[in-house]
Structures are given as structure tokens and as C-alpha cells.
């Protein structure tokens, strides 16, 4: 038997709420396949099964919330003897049971599930008055939720199913400021910014989108997805994670797309295997990504997965943007506004369309003269799109 | 109401007794030519006597043992032993037949002795004289432990000793002894069962007694200015200890800081936090908390004698981290 436990969706998820199970018991479940729906303070996420199998119980119920890590059903594995749990560490979080074959711990560990921290009074309060203090933030002594926590939550206006949409845009404010904060309190950033040429990949995409269906035409931004992931093979420190004091290199690229959401808030999930995807194919993903983050419909593994990130601000209209890194990622990658300008080729002065690419990367990891490769190797990669 | 010290008080009750009642006599040393230890008997002597007012020498156990015999006899001995520390001499007399007779005798007879001893430190005089013991002898069922900490239960509760057909100790702080406050006539007679609220609060609850509820009334004070408003109860009775007028308290306010000047562990502060817990513990919004002495002998230098002892900031920043 195997646990299927909530997952870590995000280096500061603790805790998530079920929304629903898309099995049932008995059912049969394949590895990577949808289970459930889970949702956390950023959005709505399906989550896929990490073993395959039948399921045998489900023990969260629709609308619990529960901490990361917790047992939220027992599936029968295939091909394993039908008995007890098999050693508990084979079923504890995420980190143990890796739900693909290229994932890397990519968060911290998850808090103990332990009991809730809550006074007696508290409790029986809160039963009193149908609050759930799992969901509630202590100001006691250690966290602990007092009696004027649970005065406080009874007394807020009634609060709507967390997946309404302000609900969540406030909770994901909170997440934003949290690994932000968390982001430039503990990471020595260092900044470097380039001005990359793009007359030879505007001129090429514009050629290749001749030749593709309108539904099929590829935007610049792929291009540049694409030079990031394959620069990162020639400076793959950036491509890492950092754990417990040390920078520990992904053996796959998964680049996370900054996508903003339009009530506010953003979230970058992963391109899986950005390197090994084709342009149509990764102008396919992305688009699947964006509709999905607004629609509140991405999957664990999509949060969890990325190994570094680029972000775009140029259809905003900036030149340049120096973002911070999203923990525990090493490196985040820029990309400002495509604009015509005056530019120096063979001598002349011509009309070209640029843009600048900046690199914001952790100084414990890598150094500037590496972080320089990286983007000179963007550079290079960009005046070549047919390769890409 | 009428102005007086905590040792006036005590004086005038036991002047009143010996007044009142042929059969009260007061031993213990020094308590006739010197007057007593803390003046408390000063000019008895004349007064009353050497039949009354009687000098005992140098032996606890001697005179402690002469007052059981005495109340066995009929009479009501008020027996002064100087200090708790050295009452321990007396222990043997204390535990084995003050506490025993009445059960052993098959209730043939009753020991109406009062024990008058000084307990507590705060006042420089080191690691023999400045203990707080009350706390064991509340273990000890057959006998009132009593821990008078205001100049009207300073003299109240000696008069309602005397009145108690058991062994009544009563334990005077004796940084109280110069300490003046309003004594209420009014109040009289006080009863010997009975926890008292000193102060109505909201917020949290100080249990104390003896020479520390003064200090738990300044922390409340300190706490006013904080927005929280302490509760300050003042056991007044260790045993029989008063719990429910504790329990009504901690229902109120949900939070308890128990001050207790004994050493911490084996505690009486323990003893009133265990009951807290097994009788309001679904009340409760957040851990009982304890302010006690630190765990040494008491230091005789002032500035490590202060640190030893609670002290309101200790309880104000107690109930601080109670509240998170």
C-alpha cells in the first residue's frame, strides 16, 4: 500500500485544502494521472497520482484543509503484495517520493504535521462558534491560537470557500511577499543586464510564421524561453535549487514563466524539459500555462518543478527589468521590451530591434564572470534561431 | 479603617487574645524581656507577666512540643518560633503529633495550638533566615497553614486561629512587619477558609499570598498601563487551600500566573497549577505560568537576593509571554 500524502506545491505551501477527489474508491489510478484537485493559497491545482495503482481509501474529505505531508489516501500499488503501509518514509512528502522521475526536492521540509497548536478554551470555543482553527494563524505564546483568535474568525465577516477569487488573491499577496521578502533577506543578489540584438530572430520568426497556420505562429517570447533553457546547459549552476546551505544543481531544466494574473498577483510555473521541447511545442505549453494559471487550473507538479525563471515585463512597455529570485531557485532571467533602435552593425548605424536581457543571480552560487557566460550565451543563442 | 503596621497589628490581636481569654499565653524565644524577635510582644511582659509571656530556650522542638502538651492540657498556647527556618527543629512535634493526635486519639482529642513563625526573605539576612517554607507545611493534612499578608488578616486570622480547635501555623512575612496599610474593623472577624480577590481583573489571573501578593499587585499596576487588567488573588489559606474561589478566577480571565516566593520545584505554586489544570483546564488559553524563587539558597548580597526573589517585573514579563 502507499500513502498519498498532500503535497508541497511551493516552497511556502504548509498546508492545502481538498477541494475534490477525481476518484473513487476502487478506482484505477496511473501514475501522473489527475487524483485530485487541491487548493492552496495561489490557485486551484490538480494534483497527479505518484503511484499507480487502485485506490483503496480516501481519507480527506472535500473541503478539509490539512498540512503538507498529511496521508490523504491509501492506494493499492500494482504489482506490490496487498498489506500494511510500507515503511513510512517511502510515504512521507514529496521529497521522498519523487511524483516524476526528473523531480528534485525543490522545497524545504514540510513542518511537522503534529497537533494544532491551541488552547483548551480556544478549542471548545471554536467549536462553540463552527470555526475551524486548523485554518488560523495563532498570535499566542509560539503560535498558539487563543480564545481571541477564535473570537477574531467568528467575528470576520463570513468568510467565502478559499477559492474565491479575492480570497486567493489576498493569500497569494501573502505568499508573494513572503518568498519575496524571504528572497532579499536571504539571498545576496547580484544584477547583470545585456542588450541583445534581435533583428535576426524577429526577421526569422516572422519567415517561420509564414509557413505555420495562423493557430500555430509562434511569439518571440518562445525564443527567448528557449535561449534560457539552452544557455543553462553551458552554466547549469544557475540552473539549481538551494537547500539546507548548499546549491544543488537540477539535472533537468523546468524554466517557470512568470504569468500575471489579472486580479492581481503572478505565478511561474514550469515548462517541463524546456531544453528538449521543440519551439511549437513550447509555444503550445505556454500558451496551455497562461489560460490555465488564470483559469486556476495548474497542476502540482508545474508549481513545484522550476528550476529557474524568466520573466518578461515588455509587453508592459519597459525597457529592462532586475527581478528578485524566487526561492529556492539560484537565478531569474529578464527580458524588457523589444524596441527598434539605433545600432552598430559592421560599422553602420542601423535600425535595429533589441532588447535588454538581465540576469539576477544568487552570489552564493555562482559569480558574475559565470553569470556573464550565461547571458553572452543567450546572446549567442538568439542570433541563431533557426537552432533553436 | 485605621492606619497601622503589619507588626501593630499583629501586637494588637495578640493582646486582644491574651485580653480575652485566661487560657492564651504566648512562648517562644525571646518573646518577653526582648519583646520579641519583631517586636511583636514588646512590653507583654509587664503587661501580662511571666506566666504568660513566657522566654523558652534555644530548642524548637522543646517548646513546640511543651505548647501541644499545653493545648492537650486545656489551654490555648500562641507559640512563636523565630524564623521558618527553625522551625524545622520542631518538625518531629509538628508532623508527628500536632498533625496526628486528634486522628490517633480517635477524636478524643484536639490540639487548639496557634504557631506563629516569620517566613520569607527581601531583607538581607542570608541563606539560614530568609526561607519560604509555608509550602511544606501545607503538605502535611492535620493542621491550618495560614499566610496573612494584610495588617487586617494580620491580625484577623489570629484571632479565628485561636478560635480553631486544630493546629493553626500561621506564617508572617517579615518584610511585611513595617509595612503599614489600612486595617478594616469592619472586616472583623475574618474567616480562615477563604481565598480572597484583592483585585478584579479581566486578563489574566495573579495567584499569591503572603509577602508577594503586594508585588503581584504592583505588576497588575504595571500591567494597567498595558492594557491588561490583572486579577489578583490572595489565597490567604494554604490549607485548607480554597481552590474554587481560584477556579471562579481563572474561568473569568483564562489565564493564570501562580507567585509563589518558594523554590519552584515541589512548589506550593505547583501544587495551585496542578489543581488549575484538573479543574479548569478547558478554560484555560494558554499554559499555567509560575513565578518563584530561583533555585539556590538565598544570596545574602542585595542585588542577588532581588534576583532570586519574584519580583513584579518578573511577574509583569510572565504574564507578557503568556499573552504572546
Known amino acids: 500500500m502507499a500513502e498519498f500524502v498532500m503535497p508541497t506545491l511551493g516552497s511556502d505551501m504548509t498546508q492545502g485544502t481538498l477541494v475534490e477527489w477525481k476518484k473513487k474508491v476502487d478506482d484505477r489510478v496511473t501514475k501522473g494521472e489527475i487524483i485530485a484537485e487541491v487548493d492552496t493559497e495561489k490557485a486551484a491545482i490538480e494534483i497527479e497520482s505518484f503511484y499507480t495503482g487502485i485506490i483503496h481509501q480516501l481519507i480527506t474529505k472535500p473541503g478539509e484543509t490539512v498540512p503538507v505531508g498529511t496521508v490523504m489516501a491509501i492506494i493499492q500499488e500494482e504489482g ?43 478549542k471548545q470555543l471554536a467549536a462553540e462558534l463552527r470555526v475551524d482553527p486548523s485554518v488560523l494563524k495563532g498570535t499566542g505564546p509560539g503560535g498558539a491560537i487563543t480564545l481571541d483568535d477564535i473570537r477574531a474568525a467568528a467575528a470576520a465577516p463570513t468568510k467565502e470557500p478559499p477559492t474565491v477569487a479575492a480570497d486567493r488573491q489576498a493569500r497569494m499577496r501573502e505568499t508573494i511577499a513572503a518568498a519575496m521578502a524571504r528572497s532579499k533577506r536571504e539571498i545576496p543578489h547580484y544584477y547583470l543586464s545585456t542588450t541583445v540584438d534581435m533583428g535576426r530572430a524577429m526577421t526569422w520568426i516572422k519567415e517561420e510564421n509564414l509557413k505555420r ?34 546549491s544543488v544543481q537540477s539535472a533537468d531544466i523546468h ?29 503550445g505549453k505556454f500558451q496551455d500555462l497562461v489560460k490555465r494559471a488564470r483559469a486556476g487550473t495548474l497542476r502540482g507538479s508545474e508549481l513545484s518543478d522550476p528550476t529557474i525563471t524568466v520573466t518578461s515585463l515588455g509587453e508592459q512597455g519597459v525597457d529592462s527589468v532586475f527581478g528578485v529570485i524566487y526561492p529556492p531557485q539560484v537565478a531569474l532571467v529578464g527580458f524588457g521590451k523589444v524596441v527598434e533602435r539605433p545600432w552598430v552593425v559592421d560599422g553602420q548605424v542601423v535600425s535595429r530591434p533589441i532588447v535588454a536581457a538581465s540576469l539576477s543571480a544568487d552570489h552564493r552560487v555562482t559569480d558574475g564572470h559565470r553569470g556573464a557566460v550565461f547571458l553572452s550565451a543567450v546572446d549567442r543563442l538568439l542570433q541563431e534561431p533557426g537552432q533553436l | 479603617m485605621t492606619k497601622m503596621t503589619y507588626r501593630e497589628a499583629v501586637r494588637a490581636g495578640l493582646r486582644e487574645a491574651l485580653q480575652n481569654d485566661p487560657r492564651v499565653f504566648l512562648m517562644g524565644e525571646d518573646v518577653g524581656k526582648y519583646g520579641g524577635t519583631y517586636a511583636c510582644s ?30 492537650l492540657g486545656g489551654m490555648r498556647p500562641i507559640v512563636e518560633v523565630m524564623t521558618v527556618n527553625f522551625s524545622l527543629l520542631a518538625l518531629d512535634q509538628i508532623v508527628n503529633n500536632a498533625a496526628t493526635i486528634r486522628h490517633m486519639s480517635g ?17 538581607q539576612v542570608a541563606a539560614q533566615h530568609s526561607h519560604s517554607l509555608e509550602g511544606w507545611y501545607a503538605h502535611i493534612p492535620g493542621i491550618k497553614v495560614l499566610t496573612p499578608a494584610t495588617v487586617t488578616d494580620a491580625k484577623g486570622m489570629l484571632l479565628a486561629a485561636l478560635k480553631d480547635p486544630d493546629p493553626v501555623f500561621i506564617f508572617e512575612h517579615a518584610y511585611l512587619y513595617p509595612m503599614e496599610g489600612e486595617f478594616d474593623e469592619c472586616a472583623l472577624p475574618v474567616d480562615i477558609s477563604r481565598a480572597a480577590i484583592r483585585r478584579q481583573g479581566k486578563d489574566v489571573s495573579l495567584i499569591t499570598f503572603g509577602g508577594s501578593l503586594w508585588k503581584a499587585l504592583q505588576a497588575a499596576e504595571t500591567l494597567t498601563g498595558e492594557g491588561i487588567e490583572a486579577e489578583v488573588v490572595d489565597l490567604r489559606v494554604l490549607r485548607p487551600l480554597d481552590i474554587s474561589t481560584v477556579l471562579a478566577s481563572v474561568r473569568k480571565t483564562h489565564r493564570a500566573v501562580v507567585v509563589d516566593e518558594g523554590w519552584r520545584t515541589g512548589s506550593f505554586a505547583a501544587e495551585v497549577s496542578a489543581q488549575i489544570m484538573e479543574g479548569a483546564f478547558y478554560d ?9 524563587s530561583a533555585e539556590v539558597p538565598i544570596p545574602y548580597p542585595k542585588h542577588l537576593e532581588d534576583a532570586a526573589l519574584p519580583q513584579p517585573e518578573t511577574i509583569v514579563a510572565a504574564v507578557r509571554n503568556l499573552k504572546g
Request: hydrophobic share 40%; with cysteine; charged share 20%.
Open chain 2, 107 to 123: 477524636g478524643q482529642f484536639s490540639i487548639p495550638l496557634v504557631v506563629r513563625m516569620a517566613t520569607g526573605a527581601g531583607r
Open chain 1, 255 to 283: 524554466v517557470g514563466v512568470a504569468i500575471s494574473i489579472r486580479q492581481g498577483g503572478l505565478i511561474a510555473p514550469a515548462i517541463h524539459d524546456t531544453d528538449k521541447q521543440s519551439l511549437g511545442e513550447l509555444m
Open chain 2, 42 to 71: 514588646k512590653g507583654f511582659l509587664e503587661e501580662f507577666g511571666p506566666e504568660r509571656i513566657r522566654d523558652t530556650p534555644l530548642s524548637e522542638s522543646t517548646f513546640v512540643g511543651a505548647g501541644i502538651g499545653a493545648a
Open chain 1, 80 to 122: 506490490k503484495p496487498v498489506g500494511p503501509i510500507e515503511a513510512r518514509t517511502e510515504a512521507k512528502p514529496a521529497k521522498e517520493s519523487p511524483p516524476s522521475p526528473v523531480r528534485e526536492p525543490v522545497l524545504s521540509p514540510p513542518p511537522e504535521p503534529g497537533r494544532l497548536r491551541i488552547s483548551p478554551a480556544a
Open chain 2, 284 to 292: 484555560l488559553d494558554g499554559p499555567v505560568a509560575r513565578v518563584c
Open chain 1, 213 to 246: 497556420p495562423v493557430t500555430d505562429r509562434l511569439l518571440y517570447g518562445v525564443l527567448l524561453i528557449k535561449a534560457v533553457a539552452l544557455a543553462l546547459r553551458q552554466v547549469p549552476e544557475l540552473n539549481a535549487l538551494w537547500k539546507e546551505n548548499a
